[in-house]
């Protein structure tokens, strides 16, 4: 079987997206080599290539960018050099690595082929309950069988997901039942609009959520100054409210994880099909004060 023909398998299994011109393409290989074998990532970092090498598997699936750009064009275009980039390519091209970004085609899954995995490993696929009528991204509303503190719950995210540590605003003893999964809370509207035609701001939307509906939230990205800075309020008028920050790429790991359990069957289990974890990137400080700090 050719690069090309798995890649056709996924495009045919996904929801059609006609005239789609998007970052779902080849990055880098050649699409009529024969595939040796598959690995699915969230991120194809050097560790996931060097993985992908050892197991003598030559395409890879990836979620996320492979060179550092929003536009991922599957090189590098600034006007000055990039010494990380020209060493990650060589690592690529010497070894035949052929890399299809699947990000668009598998959110437009009903439901989100992303964030079924995601559901699915932290064993919430019972209690999940998907919010489209947002009008920017939807929210997965979970409301767990019993009453938990927040501190279990980070754990549980934690050991689920494999990371090093998280960053949370919440008291660790609250008990807990409901939480949202949403989305990125950038400082932007998205042109969502209120009904006189004024910007309305998604943040604005989570706050809704968290007065009338659920205790914790679990978003992509997150600025300070909006849902965060209200949850802060919340708590220190001693309200029951939380943020659990897990960080983009931890918070969809698991849907590529998922990602191998649908490809192996589009193939008919005709190559072996490998989930390599990208893993957490970030390291944490503990409060305990340096033996020798540094002053300014």
């Known amino acids: 079987m050719k690069n090309r023909e798995v890649i056709e398998k996924i495009l045919a299994y996904h929801p059609q997206l006609p005239g789609y011109q998007g970052c779902d393409e080849w990055k880098t290989g050649d699409p009529e080599e024969e595939c040796t074998g598959i690995v699915t990532a969230l991120v194809p970092t050097v560790n996931v290539i060097k993985k992908s090498i050892e197991l003598g598997a030559n395409l890879l699936i990836v979620h996320e960018p492979l060179f550092y750009t929003s536009a991922d064009k599957g090189g590098w275009y600034e006007d000055f050099p990039n010494e990380v980039y020209e060493e990650k390519r060589k690592l690529i091209e010497s070894h035949h690595i052929s890399i299809w970004r699947d990000h668009d085609h598998i959110h437009m899954h009903q439901p989100d082929g992303i964030f079924a995995g995601v559901l699915k490993y932290l064993g919430w696929e019972d209690y999940a309950t998907a919010d489209l009528n947002t009008g920017a991204f939807g929210h997965y509303i979970v409301d767990l069988p019993e009453e938990i503190t927040l501190e279990a719950l980070c754990r549980h995210l934690m050991e689920r997901i494999g990371l090093n540590g998280l960053r949370y605003v919440g008291n660790p003893g609250d008990k807990v039942r409901s939480l949202a999964m949403v989305g990125h809370l950038y400082p932007m509207d998205f042109g969502m609009k209120h009904h006189d035609g004024s910007p309305a701001e998604y943040s604005v939307q989570i706050i809704k959520l968290l007065e009338q509906r659920v205790d ?36 969809e790991e698991l849907g590529m994880k998922y990602a191998r359990q649908w490809l192996e069957e589009l193939i008919n289990h005709a190559l072996p099909v490998t989930y390599v974890p990208s893993e957490d990137m970030y390291r944490f400080f503990r409060s305990a004060a340096p033996e020798k700090p540094y002053i300014l």
């Open 216 to 251: 914790v939230i679990l978003p992509g990205e997150i600025i300070d100054w909006t849902v965060v800075s209200y949850i802060r309020d919340a708590l220190q008028q001693g309200r029951k409210k939380a943020m659990i920050n897990l960080g983009h790429l931890n918070w």
